[in-house]
Structures are given as C-alpha cells and as structure tokens.
C-alpha cells in the first residue's frame, strides 16, 4: 500500500510539472525576447502572417514582437474611438465605423492621390 501511495504521489507530482511547464510556455508566449508583455499570443500573430507573406519569407523574430505591438495599437486605438460613444453596448455599426480608416486605406489613399494631383 505504501508503494502504491509513493508511486501516485510521484505521478501526481510529474503532472503537476507538466502543467506549470505548460503554463510557463504559455505566458513565453505573450512575451518578448526583452520580457516584454505582448498583446497576443506570438504564434498566432505568426501563423496569420505567414498565411498571407511568400512562402519564401523568414520572419526576422523583431518583425513578430513589432507586429504584435502593432496590432496591439490598432485594437487600442479601435476601442478609444469606441469608448466616445455614450452608449453602454457597442454595437457592430460602432465598431464598424471605428475600423473604417483601417480597413478602407487603399480607397483613403487612393482619393488622397486624386486631391493632390489638382
């Protein structure tokens, strides 16, 4: 019985390792190479890189933390416009037209060409 009480606390304890390990690589995640806390999970913001670089394309490990970041600002920025609304709900029209400088820049910068060529 005694040997069966060590071998279930040996197991229990290799778990419990497993599991901080596992929450150690995770919280690496989010960080920097300097131990900088990062917005996203860096693997994501790599996995969705990669699906729309080159398949030729190495991605240097400060593009990965700047892009992070970047992302980072533009969800800040996003939620700072959001936050103007006086309503306690954002609805997908507020967001919408937070986004819209974002997502419609090679129209903005389009028009900002026709402008200055008159």
């Known amino acids: 019985m005694a040997e069966f009480e060590?071998?279930?606390?040996?197991e229990e304890t290799e778990i419990e390792n497993l599991d901080i390990e596992e929450d150690l690589e995770e919280n690496d995640e989010y960080l920097d190479?300097?131990?900088?806390?990062?917005?996203f999970a860096k693997a994501e913001v790599v996995r969705l890189m990669k699906q729309h670089l080159d398949d030729d394309?190495?991605?240097r490990e400060r593009v990965k933390v700047e892009m992070n970041k970047f992302l980072g600002e533009?969800?800040?920025?996003?939620?700072?416009?959001?936050n103007e609304y006086p309503y306690s709900t954002v609805e997908y029209e507020?967001?919408?037209?937070?986004?819209?400088p974002?997502?419609?820049i090679e129209r903005i910068n389009e028009e900002k060409i026709r402008i200055l060529k008159h």
């Open 74 to 82: 533009v969800l800040a920025n996003v939620c700072k416009q959001l």
């Open 102 to 104: 974002y997502t419609n």
């Open 57 to 59: 394309k190495m991605i």
């Open 33 to 39: 190479e300097e131990g900088e806390k990062l917005p």
């Open 94 to 100: 507020m967001l919408k037209e937070s986004i819209y």
């Open 6 to 10: 060590e071998i279930n606390e040996i």
